[in-house]
């Protein structure tokens, strides 16, 4: 993962901070990786048939947060609104959470999310990495339950909720492979 990020980047630092005024920086070297926690700006979507709940993470890559759900009206225009969204933050990775069925095979929503991801990543010249992203939905309705909210009138809000969740995940097992990482390299 954090050589395709670096791939063709060797030897500098990109920006990832838009909301901040102190900008974070993902870091390429291997002096920089053992002495700083490496950045890294990404969007994390939660891609349906009807919305597309969107999140991206805090300045410092360890937070998720919904920011936004784009209703569906046409290729063309989802990818607009994201790709608006991707200038703004200076995504550098795009985390989709992928439909997986229970039985772990990949269903025909599955295959729809991954047509409109592989068409999504070309035209914005992104990388993309899934995440299981079973029961998130579920997740999402149970946390606006605890919120005293109803899941029925309230459903762009579960979907940003639910990409939070799924670039939370990534975030998480990203940060614990890099740990990982440092310490076999120490």
């Known amino acids: ?103 772990g095979s990949l269903g025909f929503q599955a295959r729809q999310v991954q047509k409109f991801t592989t068409r999504l990543a070309k035209v914005l010249k992104l990388p993309v990495e899934y995440v299981d992203e079973r029961l998130t939905s579920f997740q999402a309705e149970q946390m606006l339950i605890a919120e005293n909210r109803s899941p029925s009138r309230n459903k762009q809000l579960i979907d940003r909720k639910a990409a939070s969740i799924i670039l939370q995940q990534w975030l998480d097992t990203r940060r614990s492979r890099l740990k990982s990482t440092l310490v076999s390299a120490d």
Request: net charge neutral; with cysteine; aromatic share 4%.
């Open 1 to 103: 993962m954090t050589e395709q990020l670096d791939k063709g980047i060797q030897g500098q630092s990109l920006p990832c901070s838009v909301a901040s005024s102190v900008p974070v920086y993902l870091h390429t070297s291997a002096t920089e990786e053992k002495s700083s926690q490496q950045f890294v700006c990404a969007l994390g979507l939660d891609v349906g048939r009807k919305r597309i709940g969107v999140a991206g993470c805090d300045r410092t890559g360890l937070i998720a947060t919904g920011i936004t759900t784009i209703e569906r009206t046409s290729f063309e225009r989802d990818v607009e609104q994201i790709r608006q969204l991707v200038n703004q933050r200076q995504v550098q990775v795009l985390i989709v959470g992928l439909p997986y069925s229970m039985d």
